[in-house]
């Protein structure tokens, strides 16, 4: 069969740098930060500042500080906002963002008491972008353990306190070393808290296997592979009724494409044949969430997708009925097994009206209700 058209659908543009071809300023961001210099990735910072252990107002603070959009004096100034670039604390130096968070003396004394000795000299002879990709991008370091968490709060307390002494609220801090590695450390064991709060969902093993159709139906099981993605790709389905038994099947050598797109044509394939055959009361299933998903809610019309998710809502919008489900692997894996064994065939459509002798023992295995354990959320 060759598809010549997608009635209804007309050519769209698509964005190809999201999966749902759709556009967002998240996915252009990158293009604009690749400016084809060589130095620090600052995409990769700013996705980094957003995935560091810190509550989210720290975050949004040294997402600022890589902008350089904090108001100091100097860009008071720069913003004919004020008169003097003079830091108000120490009153011997511009007050830039980089003298604020480490330069200043009521910063560069508590960072000293924060680092080792042997990297004072790096730590204060970097440019401020510098200094912040090394340290919110440092590697784990048993002696300094969690130190991007340390660092984040350090800096955010730091600017904290210079805005208190400037709008006057002096406060008394007897060991604000002490305090910085006490919130720090507050943070990092909510993190682990929560983190192993969504660890403990309940997980057991249950023993998973293919079931057969009630009576007066038959079912269709489909599957797609792709050795690369996109690669080397086929599709393969079954279709079988309530004594167990093989009706008809398929196997399909696509080319190159995606996994995903392999598997929805594995999908439309299925349809193709349950309909040709004339069986017009079908349960497909599949063992790809998404691809049901898409079968069951739809898809955006700029998807890259869209065209095949339409055609297959064509086939099941006919006068049949046809419930889509999603099944583990465990029980999909005589439409596995096909989708494998197109790779040695040649490219197209191969119709199955016998079950190949390589896929035998996986039918014999779902006629006989064999069941493998799985590991699933209960």
């Known amino acids: 069969m060759v598809i010549k058209g997608v009635p209804g659908l007309v050519d769209r543009v698509s964005w190809s740098r999201t999966e749902n071809g759709a556009f967002s300023v998240r996915s252009a961001y990158p293009l604009l930060c690749d400016d084809g210099i060589e130095g620090p990735c600052m995409a990769r910072f700013f996705d980094r500042i957003w995935r560091i252990m810190a509550p989210e107002r720290v975050r949004l603070f040294?997402?600022?500080?890589?902008?350089?959009?904090?108001?100091?004096?100097?860009?008071?100034?720069?913003?004919?906002?004020?008169?003097?670039?003079?830091?108000?604390?120490?009153?011997?130096?511009?007050?830039?963002?980089?003298?604020?968070?480490?330069?200043?003396p009521a910063m560069a004394g508590i960072w000293l008491r924060l680092i080792p000795r042997t990297e004072t000299g790096e730590f204060f002879g970097n440019t401020l972008l510098e200094w912040l990709f090394t340290n919110l991008l440092a590697k784990a370091d048993p002696s300094r353990e969690h130190w991007v968490t340390l660092f984040a709060m350090a800096s955010w307390w730091g600017w904290k306190w210079r805005c208190k002494d400037v709008f006057g609220e002096h406060g008394l801090w007897r060991d604000r070393i002490g305090f910085i590695r006490k919130v720090?450390?507050?943070?990092?064991?909510?993190?682990?808290?929560?983190?192993?709060?969504?660890?403990?969902?309940?997980?057991?093993?249950?023993?998973?296997?293919?079931?057969?159709?009630?009576?007066?139906?038959?079912?269709?099981?489909?599957?797609?592979?792709?050795?690369?993605?996109?690669?080397?790709?086929?599709?393969g389905g079954v279709v079988r009724d309530t004594e167990r038994g093989w009706l008809s099947g398929f196997v399909l050598n696509i080319g190159v494409c995606s996994a995903m797109l392999?598997?929805?044509?594995?999908?439309?394939?299925?349809?193709?044949?349950?309909?040709?055959?004339?069986?017009?009361?079908?349960?497909?299933?599949?063992?790809?969430?998404?691809?049901?998903?898409?079968?069951?809610?739809?898809?955006?019309?700029?998807?890259?997708?869209?065209?095949?998710?339409?055609?297959?809502h064509g086939f099941i919008s006919r006068d049949w009925i046809v419930r889509v489900t999603f099944v583990y692997r465990e029980a999909n894996r005589l439409a596995d097994g096909l989708a494998n064994y197109a790779f040695t065939l040649p490219l197209g459509f191969h119709l199955c009206n016998v079950c190949p002798d390589v896929v035998l023992p996986v039918l014999l295995d779902d006629t006989n209700g064999t069941a493998f354990p799985r590991n699933v959320r209960l």
């Not at 904090?70 to 604390?89: A, D, F, K, P």
């Not at 057991?204 to 797609?224: C, F, M, R, Y």
């Not at 349960?283 to 955006?300: M, N, R």
């Open 184 to 235: 720090a450390a507050e943070v990092v064991s909510a993190h682990v808290a929560e983190r192993g709060s969504d660890q403990s969902i309940s997980r057991g093993v249950e023993q998973i296997s293919w079931h057969k159709p009630a009576l007066g139906w038959v079912k269709v099981n489909t599957d797609g592979a792709s050795h690369g993605n996109p690669g080397q790709a086929t599709a």
């Open 62 to 104: 040294l997402w600022l500080v890589g902008h350089q959009v904090i108001l100091t004096n100097m860009e008071r100034v720069r913003r004919r906002m004020g008169e003097s670039e003079i830091c108000q604390v120490c009153r011997g130096a511009n007050e830039s963002i980089i003298h604020v968070l480490r330069d200043c």
């Open 262 to 312: 392999a598997e929805l044509w594995g999908v439309y394939y299925g349809l193709y044949v349950a309909w040709e055959k004339g069986y017009r009361r079908v349960v497909l299933e599949s063992d790809s969430a998404l691809v049901v998903g898409y079968l069951q809610s739809g898809i955006e019309e700029t998807h890259p997708l869209a065209f095949l998710v339409r055609m297959c």
